[in-house]
């Protein structure tokens, strides 16, 4: 009986480890697919705050509104 019960908790700090081990290959994939995509997210923002500005500075959205 007691070999049974040692072979249990062997098995759940087994099972403990392998979970940790998948949890940190998913982190690394998400960090590395930050550092793929920052660049390009980064270019969209600029892009969208150059149109904001530009919208903000002649009054026009599209061919819609007046100039000021």
């Given amino acids: ?21 998948l949890i940190s290959v998913i982190v690394i994939a998400i960090v590395a697919a930050a550092y793929i995509f920052i660049p390009s997210f980064q270019d969209g923002v600029r892009s969208l705050a150059d149109d904001v500005k530009e919208m903000l500075d002649s009054g026009k959205i599209g061919s819609l509104g007046t100039t000021r």
């Fill in 1 to 21: 009986m007691r070999v049974l019960t040692r072979l249990a908790r062997e098995d759940r700090g087994q099972s403990t480890v392998e979970y940790m081990l």
